[in-house]
């Protein structure tokens, strides 16, 4: 990635997690003072106990990629760019599922009570990507993953409105959240291939 957007990403990162936390917390304290703190659960468990689980859920890619690295320098390019779709497909897979999980525990509710429908809306996207967004400071050279997190914040804001709208199903839901991110990442693959890599 160029020099310009990999800066730009990475001193935006602080700013998005800051953003985030102000929308959990104000979505947050709007759904408990209605009287629905149960949304909440899923999301607060899987932060509180992020530090194992964001590792766990990484392993699939982390062994894709250490698989290109040893392919690439094995001379095998094929088998590089394998692993390097698969490591990819699994990120977006790992994005969609998590943000659609913590999204299906909020409509559970605004089917009951549709005045929750904005607050809850914010917190599934906010609760969903901020912890990811936190887990990133880890490697603020990453700057697909970072630009992975921003994409899935983009993709809910505009898919979840849809999904309540149309009434569709979380495994609809799912995998049309996979087809988008994963072209969004195509794109940003593409972008990066013709105008930054001979």
């Not at 020099?3 to 700013?15: A, C, E, R, W, Y």
């Not at 990811?132 to 993709?155: E, P």
Request: aromatic share 16%; hydrophobic share 60%.
């Amino acid at each position: 990635m160029s020099g310009p957007i990999h800066n730009l990403v990475k001193k935006s990162l602080n700013p998005f997690l800051g953003v985030g936390a102000v929308c959990m917390a104000c979505s947050g304290v709007w759904l408990i003072t209605a009287g629905h703190w149960y949304v909440l659960w899923t999301a607060s468990l899987a932060f509180i106990f992020s530090a194992l689980i964001f590792p766990l859920l990484m392993l699939p890619a982390g062994f894709c990629a250490g698989m290109m690295m040893a392919t690439e320098k094995m001379n095998y390019p094929r088998a590089s760019r394998i692993f390097q779709t698969l490591s990819f497909t699994w990120l977006v897979m790992l994005m969609a599922g998590y943000t659609t999980i913590i999204f299906a525990v909020a409509q559970g509710y605004i089917m009951m009570d549709s005045s929750i429908v904005l607050p809850a809306v914010i917190w599934s996207i906010a609760a969903s990507v901020t912890p990811w967004a936190f887990f990133a400071t880890r490697d603020r050279d990453s700057v697909f993953f970072t630009g992975l997190i921003y994409m899935t914040a983009l993709v809910a804001a505009v898919l979840f409105p849809l999904a309540l709208a149309q009434g569709w199903a979380m495994m609809t839901l799912f995998w049309l959240f996979c087809l988008v991110l994963g072209a969004a990442v195509g794109v940003q693959a593409l972008y990066e291939k013709f105008f930054f890599k001979p």
